[in-house]
């Protein structure tokens, strides 16, 4: 297998390897004996490393896209060179036509007749020779200025373009890197998650008495819990309403509101919506989930896959706004 490159030193600033990370952050992965094991880490310190771990891949995708803005720069820098370099090539050839004609003129001339008359020291012919000289001097002087300034461009945005492409390599490296480590903590935060109370040995749930004063039951309150735990919430959690149907009532069911008011939901907020009912399906198994509603679809954890549901008349009624979760 090829080895991998080594990074310079301009790029290893915006780079981090997953051994870095991991020992910055103290997180060990593997499984080590007991005496050396390290304490497993809590959800505030996975939560503290996940939020690391983002931050980092935010600042590797700035400077990708730092980078890639100066190559544009360098490339539009370059055609405008090239152009300037047309320009001048142009006008230097015009100059030495107009010099050549002067030149062929007063061979032709040789001293006689209306040409000879205008070659003759009377008219200048010296002084307009000079000129001409002076003024094709000045354009080739002006060519190679601008011919040197094109390779010069054309050479910095070749530089630039290499230097962007051996970047574009080692940021996909450590993002992916990054990412792994981050579904790492993911699935440890999941595996913090407890198993409510109530589970009996064959999967069933045994039913629960909302307690409390807020009239739910022990399962979903744990579930609540670990929901706030896990997601960064706006908006108010509803759980206990009196009404005549459904687990509300009963204290086996809670909304999660992404937005207020019976607003639609804005697009990060909606995302945060998936994220809730992902996290909820993935580990409802433990948490003793019975369902979730989000988005006029339910997913039964009994059977599972989303399944569309009928049109209710309204973006609260839909659940559109909010994540329903309902209880064993």
């Known amino acids: 297998m090829e080895r991998r490159r080594a990074l310079r030193p301009t790029s290893t600033r915006c780079a981090f390897v997953a051994a870095g990370v991991l020992t910055a952050t103290g997180l060990v992965l593997g499984h080590g004996t007991a005496a050396t094991a390290a304490p497993k880490p809590t959800q505030k310190q996975l939560k503290a490393q996940l939020t690391s771990l983002n931050k980092k891949i935010d600042k590797l995708i700035g400077e990708y896209n730092t980078k890639r803005v100066a190559v544009a720069e360098a490339k539009k820098a370059e055609k405008a060179a090239r152009e300037r370099l047309t320009d001048a090539e142009s006008a230097y050839t015009t100059a030495e036509a107009q010099v050549g004609d002067i030149a062929q003129l007063r061979y032709q001339a040789g001293g006689l007749g209306m040409v000879g008359e205008l070659m003759s020291p ?77 589970k009996r040995a064959n999967g069933a749930w045994a039913p629960e008495l909302p307690t409390g004063s807020d009239n739910i039951t022990p399962r979903t309150r744990l579930m609540m819990a670990q929901v706030k735990a896990a997601f960064s919430l706006r908006f108010p ?92």
């Not at 970047?167 to 699935?187: C, H, P, Q, S, Y």
């Open 122 to 198: 009377g008219y200048g012919n010296a002084a307009m020779l000079q000129q001409l000289q002076a003024e094709q001097n000045a354009r080739v002087a002006g060519f190679a200025a601008v011919r040197d300034a094109k390779s010069k461009a054309a050479a910095d945005a070749a530089e630039v373009t290499a230097r962007l492409r051996d970047d574009v390599v080692e940021v996909t490296d450590r993002r992916a890197d990054a990412e792994k480590l981050i579904e790492e903590i993911k699935e440890r935060l999941n595996d913090l998650v407890p198993t409510a109370p109530g």
């Open 237 to 328: 959690v509803g759980c206990y309403r009196a009404e005549n149907g459904g687990e509300h009532p009963l204290g086996r069911a809670c909304d999660f509101m992404l937005s207020s008011g019976g607003a639609m939901p804005s697009a990060a907020q909606a995302a945060l919506g998936d994220e809730i009912a992902a996290w909820t399906i993935k580990n409802g198994r433990k948490l003793g989930v019975k369902y979730v509603i989000y988005r006029q679809r339910i997913y039964n954890m009994g059977f599972p896959g989303w399944r569309a549901m009928a049109n209710r008349g309204g973006v609260t009624a839909n659940h559109f706004d909010h994540v329903h979760i309902s209880m064993m």
